[in-house]
């Protein structure tokens, strides 16, 4: 009997498991897309205007970074596709050479300004209130304007925590509406779309969305709906849920994750992708993310703290330069916090290499094969060997694929 949806073309992704995890889901593998080879598990900076505040592209690229987010809704705005067609997409618009993820992001934030039918998404614009349509097929016609790598479907959004009927309207449409991304997708050769998964904290409306994602076989898949206020404990039963019945030949993206207890159990659930603007967000308040914690450098306790941002840290930041052997200290980022930009890019450069450095170190514990005893010495350090404080959530997730952060064994 002949499928009644339409089926992706051939695509322009390649997804090879290079190691799997012994004892978890985790696993190491090696995504190619048009613009290069990405190594997951990958954590994505969120570029949402073709440009990752406080950052030129040659500092990200220099940082390692071999694929980012932009947002599908805002360049649609500004520049619009006009201007994006004009100059040859988003990789040319941004000088970024590198692979680039487009989706609808921020769905959830921008519901008051919207009203959902099955026709689409009818926005008030953010900067001048004027009306704009966002069907299934406009979303993939302004991803083939900019061109991403990755181009995400149109999908119906509830808020995580939303019950009832709607959460179930929300899981149909979103598969009624990725037959119409499909079919729209003008550039299947050279633009990868991946399916969202939908159905809130339903796990049988989660069953229900995998099963008919799947059949659709897209390049790659989205854990969406998820990171909106939810309990951790709910939210990492979803994702193990969802990746026990995902495809495992390939990629598997949750959606708006950044916290690296969160990535990194994520992780060990079976995910290969994570984006959030929780890096560059956070360096705008004075917040330096570290092995040990998070550091608000605006505290007074910073102002004759004369050490790097974080010990033994490789970013361009914190490393020693050549004048005296001394990387930029804690005392300059908190005098520049509250006053100078520069101290925001300064924190963002760090705090984006923390991100990739996290997710490049997980990747060589999965393929030696030491990703259990990695997580501990995650964990233990975070929370300065205490295990009393660390997240039972945490410790509950893990126990549910065979690693037990209590247990000093190795």
């Given at each position: 009997m002949q499928s009644v949806f339409p089926q992706v073309a051939k695509s322009a992704l390649t997804?090879?498991?290079?190691?799997?995890?012994?004892?978890?889901?985790?696993?190491?593998?090696?995504?190619?897309?048009?613009?290069?080879?990405?190594?997951?598990?990958?954590?994505m900076p969120v570029a949402t205007q073709a440009s990752l505040k406080g950052?030129?592209?040659?500092?990200?690229?220099?940082?390692?970074?071999?694929?980012?987010?932009?947002?599908?809704?805002?360049?649609?705005?500004?520049p619009g596709k006009d201007v994006l067609d004009a100059i040859g997409g988003a990789h040319k618009l941004q000088s970024w050479p590198r692979n680039i993820l487009t989706g609808i992001f921020q769905m959830v934030s921008l519901l008051k300004?919207?009203?959902?039918?099955?026709?689409?998404?009818?926005?008030?614009?953010?900067?001048?209130g004027t009306p704009m349509l966002l069907t299934p097929e406009h979303s993939i016609e302004l991803q083939n304007s900019i061109g991403s790598d990755i181009i995400m479907q149109l999908d119906d959004v509830v808020h995580t925590l939303t019950t009832g009927p709607r959460?179930?309207?929300?899981?149909?449409?979103?598969?009624?509406?990725?037959?119409?991304?499909?079919?729209?997708n003008k550039n299947p050769e050279r633009q990868n779309l991946f399916a969202i998964i939908q159905g809130g904290l339903d796990l049988d409306l989660r069953r229900t969305c995998?099963?008919?994602?799947?059949?659709?076989?897209?390049?790659?898949?989205?854990?969406?709906?998820?990171?909106?206020?939810?309990?951790?404990?709910q939210f990492c039963k979803v994702v193990s849920y969802c990746t026990d019945l995902l495809p495992r030949n390939k990629p598997i993206y949750v959606m708006g994750v950044g916290y690296a207890e969160d990535m990194l159990?994520?992780?060990?659930?079976?995910?290969?992708?994570?984006?959030?603007?929780?890096?560059?967000?956070?360096?705008?308040f004075g917040n330096a993310i570290t092995a040990k914690g998070v550091l608000n450098l605006r505290n007074k306790c910073f102002a004759t703290d004369y050490g790097p941002v974080e010990?033994?840290?490789?970013?361009?930041?914190?490393?020693?330069?050549?004048?005296?052997?001394?990387?930029?200290?804690?005392?300059?980022?908190?005098?520049?916090?509250?006053?100078?930009?520069?101290?925001?890019?300064?924190?963002?450069?760090?705090?984006?290499?923390?991100?990739?450095?996290?997710?490049?170190?997980?990747?060589?514990?999965?393929?030696?094969?030491?990703?259990?005893?990695?997580l501990k010495d995650f964990f233990a350090t975070l929370h300065g060997g205490n295990k009393e404080k660390f997240p039972q959530w945490a410790v509950d997730a893990l126990r549910t694929v065979n690693i037990d952060l209590l247990d000093d064994s190795r």
């Open positions: 997804y090879e498991v290079v190691a799997q995890c012994s004892t978890s889901k985790a696993r190491a593998a090696n995504m190619t897309l048009p613009h290069g080879l990405v190594e997951t598990p990958m954590f950052l030129t592209p040659e500092q990200l690229e220099d940082l390692g970074c071999k694929i980012c987010l932009n947002n599908t809704y805002h360049l649609g705005l500004k300004l919207a009203t959902i039918t099955e026709e689409g998404v009818r926005f008030l614009s953010p900067h001048d959460v179930e309207e929300a899981m149909h449409r979103s598969i009624r509406w990725l037959d119409r991304c499909i079919a729209a995998c099963i008919e994602m799947a059949n659709r076989d897209t390049p790659g898949i989205a854990i969406g709906g998820l990171s909106g206020g939810e309990a951790k404990e159990v994520s992780v060990a659930l079976g995910v290969d992708l994570f984006d959030c603007v929780y890096p560059t967000r956070t360096a705008r010990e033994d840290c490789t970013c361009p930041i914190c490393t020693p330069k050549s004048n005296g052997g001394m990387g930029i200290t804690r005392s300059l980022i908190h005098h520049l916090a509250a006053k100078e930009t520069s101290g925001a890019h300064m924190l963002t450069l760090h705090n984006v290499h923390y991100q990739l450095n996290l997710m490049r170190a997980a990747r060589q514990a999965i393929i030696r094969d030491e990703f259990p005893s990695f």
